[in-house]
Nanobody, 119 residues
């Protein structure tokens, strides 16, 4: 089973940018659909973005379309999330997740990285 570790979180002013990175160990990422989820204070976990195994297709939550970009580099075993024009509503713990194509849910999760957007 692959293990995931997120990094790149921090505190940024509204309108700024951050780039999150997810590094995998134990397995290569090429066999997995990858995604980012987030959980804001006192709120449920939310889907953010997903990317297919080879990076050929992406999908985003409506709330981040046009601002966030998910990408992957299977040779480096990494998945990134570029976040632009950040809003206070983006404040959350961001999680890197993985699933096999046969799985119905993202069952492999990283520990998360905190993103705080101040006004």
């Amino acid at each position: 089973q692959v293990q995931l570790l997120e990094s790149g979180g921090g505190v940024v002013q509204a309108g700024g940018s951050l780039r999150l990175s997810c590094a995998a160990s134990g397995r290569t990422l090429g066999s997995y659909v990858m995604a980012w989820f987030r959980q804001a204070p006192r709120k449920e976990r939310e889907f953010v973005a997903t990317i297919t195994q080879s990076g050929g297709s992406t999908s985003y939550a409506d709330s981040v379309k046009g601002r966030f970009t998910i990408s992957r580099d299977n040779a480096k075993n990494t998945v990134d999330l570029q976040m632009n024009t950040l809003k206070p509503e983006d404040t959350a713990v961001y999680y890197c997740t993985a699933r096999r194509i046969t799985d119905t849910q993202f069952v492999i999760w990283g520990q998360g990285t905190q993103v705080t957007v101040s006004s």
